[in-house]
């Protein structure tokens, strides 16, 4: 009996590691699609142009804000995504919230991140290095490639996560307006 009950067991714990993986990487693309998600939530609630940026570093949403550095001063949202200085150093835009889906429990995931997709059938060209996505407080998405301009967003970025070669790979998919969703890709 002991025998038996160690061979099942033998046999479980690959499986059950792997789901625990996979379970670790539907986690990060939930959790990238839910900062575009709370990113435009933020944009139409608040009155203020909401940006998310992708970097190296990972994921951060940015709000764009009046005020300066003076705490006496209140912070206005400023409405444009255009006329917002969304540089990491500026005083006319905060940091909101940050996430980086390669590090803690996420070690060992890689994102990458794609201008849009070939008409629903698949990812098409290179990954970028950066991707920002502006959310006006009339809920239209805004998109620009590796710090460059903003543009009216007309495609379907897709940010892919993966744990290794051999785990699924969910894709997170931001349609223009907003409403990311993950899906599952073998």
Same mark, same amino acid.
């Given at each position: 009996?002991?025998?038996?009950?160690?061979?099942?067991?033998?046999?479980?714990?690959?499986? +059950?590691?792997?789901?625990?993986?996979?379970?670790?990487?539907?986690?990060?693309? /939930?959790?990238?699609?839910?900062?575009?998600?709370?990113?435009?939530?933020?944009?139409?609630?608040?009155?203020?142009?909401?940006?998310?940026?992708?970097?190296?570093?990972?994921?951060?949403?940015? /709000?764009?804000?009046?005020?300066?550095?003076?705490?006496?001063?209140?912070?206005?949202?400023?409405?444009?995504?255009?006329?917002?200085?969304?540089?990491?150093?500026?005083?006319?835009? !905060?940091?909101?919230? !940050?996430?980086?889906?390669?590090?803690?429990?996420?070690?060992?995931?890689?994102?990458?991140?794609?201008?849009?997709?070939?008409?629903?059938?698949?990812?098409?060209?290179?990954?970028?290095?950066?991707?920002?996505?502006?959310?006006?407080?009339?809920?239209?998405?805004?998109?620009?490639?590796?710090?460059?301009?903003?543009?009216?967003?007309?495609?379907?970025?897709?940010?892919?996560?993966?744990?290794?070669?051999?785990?699924?790979?969910?894709?997170?998919? +931001?349609?223009?307006?907003?409403?990311?969703?993950?899906?599952?890709?073998?």
């Amino acid at each position: 009996m002991v025998v038996i009950i160690t061979i099942l067991s033998a046999l479980a714990i690959p499986s +059950i590691l792997r789901q625990m993986r996979d379970r670790r990487t539907r986690q990060a693309a /939930e959790e990238i699609a839910s900062v575009y998600r709370q990113a435009r939530l933020r944009a139409l609630g608040r009155g203020a142009a909401v940006m998310v940026r992708f970097t190296a570093n990972g994921f951060e949403m940015r /709000e764009a804000v009046l005020g300066g550095n003076d705490p006496a001063c209140a912070r206005l949202p400023v409405t444009s995504c255009i006329t917002a200085n969304w540089a990491t150093t500026s005083t006319t835009s !905060q940091r909101i919230t !940050q996430f980086d889906p390669t590090s803690g429990i996420y070690a060992g995931i890689t994102t990458s991140v794609y201008a849009s997709s070939n008409g629903g059938s698949g990812i098409v060209g290179t990954p970028l290095s950066g991707l920002d996505i502006c959310f006006t407080p009339m809920g239209r998405a805004l998109f620009g490639i590796n710090g460059g301009a903003l543009a009216p967003m007309t495609g379907v970025p897709l940010v892919t996560v993966q744990r290794d070669a051999v785990s699924l790979t969910r894709t997170v998919v +931001i349609p223009p307006n907003g409403l990311a969703r993950t899906d599952v890709s073998q």
